[in-house]
């Protein structure tokens, strides 16, 4: 085990991903994350856990008698959600996993309301939020905030974690736990996860959800990917890197139908066009052919699933809304339970949840 | 009972009001509510049920043990205030609905923190929402949305009801409830309110209020209706038509002071400029003969009463503000509590609230 | 004790502050405060009862079963934070000692989201959303605002306290009580405040907490006052004044270093040119020696303490954060244990803590 209050700030932001890893983890050596940062440092095994524990809260939630047990798990803790980047999904999704648990949370969702218009550094007032809270869920467009609070917080006279819930173009780990939750809960009984095929279709450039799960897939048996963009938007070369390094199946094509034949799982994503470098870049693409209808949906498998990490545009015809595969829905969902189980482990209630009487 | 799973859109949504009624109660068969949508979903048997909830669950949150029995009974559950036309007061007002029973509360209360700039649908944005709540609260600028949504879940893999908030121009039905629970609570010990006199004063063309409370109040019997507004705010003529269909005793008035000695209870409403034509079209109207001072006070019955849905201008002289027949604050929380037995309702808790041992 | 129910506001308000103090207390005359207004309604004999208090809430907090005890406290009341200037970071500690006692919470953050815009005064607005609640926390630019609320709500049929969170330039007293608390916890194993010397730094015309702060240290037994600022930002006369009325030993200086070598506690504040009168007229002070840096620390002695109200910009450079002697982030928790301690009172609950089994 490894400790921030052992590392300098330099020292540490230089690591790879993967020799971060063993920093972030809690001091009691349970294995759980105490900040989460990015999606690299959850492991199958880790993976595994997590998705045991959400199955144990869903489950427990069922009656109101466990659900009143879980909200005095956490009862006693407080969270804070620093939202300087307006997301209601996600802020929603963690709001509600605290919620589960019994965690009471307060928020700043927008930069007007806070005190940074004094001419106070992001890092003083996350630092002065943090002093009232025993937990902070930020999303911020800034690029590596999340993680020089996690040090800075770690380093300070009182240490509490902290959940990246997005920041800027890199990195949104529960958005890729609630996707490897969402696969393997669907596969669960019908033989596993190992094994499958997952495409990837629309704009694997610039969406930071299939660089997470692309990686985390790796983690399992023999899941082949397939990468289905347009030329412009394809799967990027570091990411293909990982795949080859690592000896995974995958195939780069331009053709949705012939991969939704083959597919498990069907992962859709919108057109990032937020991130245009000149306006209006998306759209002069040609789409069209990146999209899920109802030609698709006949050439899916009956036990395939199509996943979205939502807001969808048209890349999923309302059509195929009310397929029992037709998963994101579910997923949305799914991001609600894992969150909480993220959340238990985070502060060391893993076996409590899993053992107790409910 | 009928369900909203057997009727397509299209068809349920050209429904006459009083058919979709059926459609909108809970499967369990106990008469009330599951989604909340328009004010005519209430008869007077259920809105005296619901009055003896709400008189209910006020008395037995007077005392410390009693708050926290109440706080336990929804404990389990969430519910999602979906704010997108701004309003502190009605929300504030479900808000503590909600909390006096400890549900626990997630909103959105505009357009710039929702995932809506993605191009996100708003059925879409709502659907996602519900995903991680058991109830939603929802006020919205679109007419008819909230009915659309509550199709939408009912016929969802994951159904919660929909409570309307204020949709557009045309329903307020809680605002209805805690008109009536306003007047029935104000009479309950003078004799009831059936044989009462109920003057409405000010806007009557563009108040949504005035129209749902009109429409109740000939569930009761023999309640006489004065309206008293500017030629060019006069009650519309479908409020009119319904009374006459029904044989209610009405009038038609310019006066205010003469009515004001005939009335019960007199329900000043504000000039809903809001909805001018033309920028400036309420201005031009003579509205100083619709307004409840000190002269109105006097001629005002000693056990009369003055409501008002708030807010106001200056439709009622603050020097009224602290007789005891003014009602409008007293107004404003008796929304709270028939909002908190609309909701216990809901959620099937009427008997356990009624009998329990507070 | 006086009551507001027995003076007119015109006569109350045109009262000495001194002379308003009883009238704010709690009917139960056990000497906490009902209404908080202002910091001059704190002696010492009172602000050592909520520094006990705080300690006493802190204490019982360190463990799980500690804190469940806490949420039970008040969790049968609901508190209002109305707060139309904007301030995440009184906000977020209002809402913390709120949730610590276990009440839960409604806010209004902005003009945009409040029915105001419909014509409404404030004070009906506040009034409405008192209908809701059994305490209003307000914020806002409006001098004298919170005072009026308080009147108006004491002479309603329902009233209930404010808690006074900033108003307009003048009083901020939660501020001031968490400055007190800071200090007479820093120096409560070390012998205590009494014969203390505190140093004020920056601009102390206009910062509100520079004159809260020494009134009420006026209180505690011969405590030395320095004030060091640039000439244009010099304490005021009226602060002065009290002084010597009081016949406290005070210091106008403009050397920061020579004042520190002297110093107990060094409290700076941040240039407020919010105040302005004409844009730009702060940057044209120089206000370079008015900072604390490597070199003040190392002239600072070993129990000195470093306090600052926050945000700040440069009157502290960051690589002071560490040393043990800052206290300005303990300082912002400390807010959050004297607001709840505050809360607990206003309601009643002294006793009920400090003689808890916890």
């Avoid at 094994?195 to 082949?224: E, M, N, Q």
């Avoid at 000149?278 to 698709?296: H, P, Q, V, W």
Wanted: charge should be neutral; include cysteine.
């Amino acid at each position: 085990m490894a400790k921030l209050t052992e590392i300098g700030w330099d020292e540490y932001s230089a690591l790879p991903l993967e020799s971060k890893k063993p920093y972030l983890m809690r001091l009691e050596g349970d294995g759980m994350p105490y900040h989460t940062l990015f999606a690299q440092q959850f492991d199958r095994a880790l993976l595994e856990r997590l998705c045991a524990l959400a199955n144990r809260i869903r489950f427990i939630n069922k009656s109101k008698e466990g659900a009143l047990y879980l909200k005095n798990v956490l009862a006693h803790k407080r969270a804070m959600l620093y939202f300087s980047q307006p997301s209601s999904r996600t802020f929603l999704s963690h709001l509600a996993a605290c919620q589960l648990l019994g965690i009471t949370t307060g928020s700043v969702r927008d930069a007007a309301t806070s005190s940074e218009f004094k001419g106070e550094s992001r890092e003083d007032s996350i630092r002065t939020f943090s002093s009232y809270f025993d937990l902070i869920i930020m999303r911020s467009p800034e690029q590596g905030l999340a993680e020089k609070m996690a040090w800075e917080l770690s380093n300070s006279d009182r240490p509490i974690p902290i959940l990246n819930a997005g920041s800027g173009k890199d990195q949104h780990p529960t958005q890729a736990l609630l996707d490897i939750y969402t696969l393997v809960r669907s596969f669960e009984e019908k033989g596993g996860l190992d094994g499958r095929t997952v495409v990837f279709c629309g704009d694997l450039l610039r969406g930071r959800t299939v660089r997470s799960l692309s990686y985390l897939l790796t983690d399992f048996d023999d899941v082949r990917q397939i990468f289905v963009a347009p030329e412009e938007l394809r799967v990027p070369d570091d990411v293909i890197a990982i795949l080859k390094a690592k000896g995974i199946r995958y195939e780069i094509r331009d053709d949705l139908r012939s991969a939704v034949r083959e597919a498990d799982a069907v992962y859709m994503t919108r057109i990032q066009d937020e991130w245009d470098a000149s306006a209006g870049e998306s759209a002069k693409i040609d789409t069209s052919r990146f999209k899920f209808g109802a030609e698709e949906l006949k050439l899916l498998g009956k036990d395939g699933i199509i996943m979205h990490p939502l807001p969808r545009r048209d890349e999923i015809a309302t059509c195929c809304d009310r397929d029992p595969r037709a998963m994101y829905w579910r997923q949305m969902r799914n991001g609600m339970w894992i969150r909480s189980a993220l959340i238990a482990g985070t502060f060391g209630y893993e076996r409590a949840i899993m053992d107790c009487g409910y």
